[in-house]
């Protein structure tokens, strides 16, 4: 049986302080989660009831065992998540200064597992028969990561609905024109890209959310989505329609996996065949009550509490 939703990315240990509005160097605990765009973005799907799995690569070592144990808890396949000899598992520290201030820490040195992704040992027949697949911006950034991301999109071939995860973190990169080739080249074999003003403008040198909108559809998406933070989300389509929905009130704890439950929530609705605003409107709620709690895989909302706070027009 295919999968609904295959991911191809990032993973690794997200440890949080227990303090909000702390320094990290005045931190005295931490919470331990399991982390990641790509992953938690299959996480979240998973937790709405979709048959996940995810392609990445760990340490051979306990917080890579750590993980493998996570995923299979929340009920992600993680037959494709492989180890790497040689290379420490990431963790990334944050800081919580709620609303809106979450400085993020990765230790990702040397090189991270997930970017020794290596195209020949993908299994590029379960990535064409997936209903969704994900990549993400930072897959782009090293190789072998890069080549095994593009192939997988080329062999891929647009079937389905195929995601494009735009990702952007500067660190990762020396600078936006050394990404945007291929980001380009990305677009080309995908339906959907996912961003915000930052990530749009990396992809398409355009930073107004509706002239990146076009840009995007222009690049050969079928659906572009603009995350504009306070302004809420922007989505239009190669039909003509869109959908712009404002974000739902919520008491901010930390926002760091507001965008993975959005993600998880927008290849629910595709899934399901929602209509535009329907699907933004249930991806905006996901990922306000993520951003509503510390952590961010074990915090992604069930169905009930994503209608809930449809319902309610704010987290409660």
């Not at 320094?23 to 931490?30: I, N, R, Y």
């Not at 709690?293 to 992604?300: G, I, N, P, V």
Request: contains cysteine; negative net charge.
């Amino acid at each position: 049986m295919a999968y609904d939703l295959i991911t191809m990315g990032r993973i690794g240990v997200d440890l949080y302080p227990l303090q909000t509005g702390v320094p990290l160097p005045q931190v005295t605990s931490f919470g331990k989660f399991l982390g990641g765009s790509a992953s938690n973005v299959a996480v979240a799907a998973a937790r709405l009831g979709r048959r996940t799995a995810v392609i990445t690569r760990t340490g051979d070592d306990p917080f890579g065992t750590y993980l493998h144990e996570a995923l299979q808890g929340f009920g992600v396949d993680d037959r494709w998540v492989t180890p790497v000899p040689g290379l420490p598992t990431p963790v990334t520290f944050c800081e919580v200064f709620p609303p809106d201030d979450f400085p993020l820490y990765f230790y990702r040195r040397p090189k991270a597992p997930d970017l020794e992704i290596d195209a020949h040992e993908l299994d590029l027949d379960a990535v064409r028969d997936a209903r969704v697949f994900w990549v993400t911006g930072t897959g782009l950034s090293e190789e072998p990561s890069r080549t095994a991301t593009l192939a997988a999109l080329a062999h891929r071939a647009r079937s389905g609905t195929t995601v494009f995860d735009l990702d952007w973190r500067p660190m990762f990169w020396t600078d936006p024109d050394a990404a945007r080739p291929f980001y380009t080249e990305a677009l080309r074999h995908t339906t959907v890209a996912v961003g915000n003003l930052d990530e749009v403008e990396v992809a398409t040198g355009v930073r107004e959310p509706h002239a990146a909108a076009r840009a995007l559809l222009d690049a050969g998406v079928e659906l572009a989505v603009v995350k504009q933070g306070p302004k809420g989300v922007l989505a239009v389509n190669s039909a003509g329609e869109s959908a712009e929905v404002p974000p739902l009130p919520v008491n901010v704890l930390n926002g760091l996996g507001a965008g993975d439950a959005f993600g998880g929530c927008l290849v629910h609705g595709l899934l399901a065949g929602w209509d535009l605003e329907k699907t933004m409107r249930h991806a905006n709620a996901a990922g306000a009550i993520v951003a509503s709690r510390l952590e961010c895989s074990s915090a992604m909302p069930t169905p009930a509490e994503i209608e809930a706070a449809v319902t309610a027009g704010a987290v409660q």
